[in-house]
């Protein structure tokens, strides 16, 4: 029961920081689609591989520990 308990904090930090990192790359890919209408349209996969590079990677990362600091900041404020 403590073991739990323990790894709760870090369970809670990757659980948000995940949820942060999938939102990332859904508007990602939502705007690759803006884009390819503007472009004569594109297929899902060549869009899918756009999206993921190591770049976008670390912006993810970067904006996934930013927010969580946010987040938990917020949550003992209020």
């Known amino acids: 029961m403590t073991m739990k308990r323990k790894n709760a904090p870090v369970l809670r930090a990757f659980i948000e920081?995940?949820?942060i990192i999938f939102l990332f790359y859904a508007?990602?890919?939502m705007g690759e689609f803006t884009?390819?209408?503007i472009?004569?349209?594109r297929?899902?996969?060549p869009?899918?591989?756009d999206?993921?590079?190591m770049q976008n990677f670390l912006i993810a990362i970067v904006a996934s520990v930013i927010g969580y600091f946010v987040?938990?900041?917020l949550r003992k404020r209020v």
């Open 17 to 19: 920081m995940s949820f």
């Open 27 to 29: 508007n990602l890919l």
């Open 35 to 37: 884009q390819s209408k």
């Open 39 to 41: 472009d004569g349209g």
């Open 43 to 45: 297929k899902f996969w």
């Open 47 to 49: 869009a899918l591989f």
């Open 51 to 53: 999206i993921f590079s």
């Open 71 to 73: 987040f938990s900041y």
